[in-house]
């Protein structure tokens, strides 16, 4: 068929470390309006809120917020961009929570 050799890939693939625990979150209000403020409802254990890290991704998968949070409820401030945004909490004890943000 034209081919002059054959190439083999043998791929192992890790779920355990690829594919951590994940859970979704409840943010409110949703959707919000440009330049208001969202909260997540979750009561974080004591061990989950140590080294917790807030992340907002938009539709392209550019990360357009960082914090790690130290004080609770857990809210984010003022989108600045109607969009949709995901969210990514990971927390200390390496679980990973995740939901959705509509800005209108």
């Given at each position: 068929?034209?081919?002059d050799?054959?190439?083999?890939l043998?791929?192992?693939v890790?779920t355990d470390l690829l594919?951590?625990?994940t859970?979704n979150l409840?943010i409110y209000?949703?959707?919000?309006k440009?330049?208001e403020s969202?909260q997540i ?10 080294g917790l890290?807030?992340e907002v ?6 990360r357009?917020?960082?914090?790690r949070a130290?004080v ?8 600045p961009m109607?969009?949709i945004y ?8 390496d ?10």
């Amino acid at each position: 068929t034209g081919c002059d050799s054959v190439v083999t890939l043998n791929l192992s693939v890790i779920t355990d470390l690829l594919n951590p625990v994940t859970r979704n979150l409840n943010i409110y209000p949703n959707p919000v309006k440009r330049g208001e403020s969202v909260q997540i409802d979750y009561d974080f254990s004591n061990i989950e809120r140590q080294g917790l890290i807030v992340e907002v991704f938009n539709t392209l998968g550019q990360r357009v917020y960082m914090e790690r949070a130290n004080v609770y409820p857990l809210t984010i401030k003022q989108f600045p961009m109607s969009g949709i945004y995901m969210v990514r909490i990971t927390t200390g004890n390496d679980l990973q929570f995740y939901g959705r943000i509509v800005v209108e």
